[in-house]
Nanobody
Framework: QVQLVESGGGLVQAGGSLRLSCAASGSISSINAMGWYRQAPGKQRELVAVIRSSGSTTIADSVKGRFTISRDNAKKTVYLQMSSLKPEDTAAYYC??????????????WGQGTQVTVSS
């Protein structure tokens, strides 16, 4: 089994910063990509940022220049540093991990979500 534990969400004023963390554990043999998605009420889940095993990243245009994604491979942990937060960044943020588990099965796992609320 694979577990993803997210932390770091909360309430912040516009212009403030938050750092999200997601630690993966369990029977993971390799990780291809780790990323963050978000879903606001009444909207579809959308990609925020992803970082691949190569180190390459994809950042959504809506957060480019304000959010940074990084990972610690040894700790199987991905971080999302969010700065200059705006009320429209308010959403539940979900961690996603893609890779393989021991035995060769494909892994595509989601965290439980952490709420980020930005007040104006």
């Amino acid at each position: 089994q694979v577990q993803l534990v997210e932390s770091g969400g909360g309430l912040v004023q516009a212009g403030g910063s938050l750092r999200l963390s997601c630690a993966a554990s369990g029977s993971i043999s390799s990780i291809n990509a780790m990323g963050w998605y978000r879903q606001a009420p009444g909207k579809q889940r959308e990609l925020v940022a992803v970082i691949r095993s190569s180190g390459s990243t994809t950042i959504a245009d809506s957060v480019k220049g304000r959010f940074t994604i990084s990972r610690d491979n040894a700790k199987k942990t991905v971080y999302l540093q969010m700065s200059s937060l705006k009320p429209e960044d308010t959403a539940a943020y979900y961690c996603n991990v893609v890779g393989e588990v021991w035995g060769g099965s494909r892994l595509n796992s989601w965290g439980q979500g952490t709420q980020v609320t930005v007040s104006s």
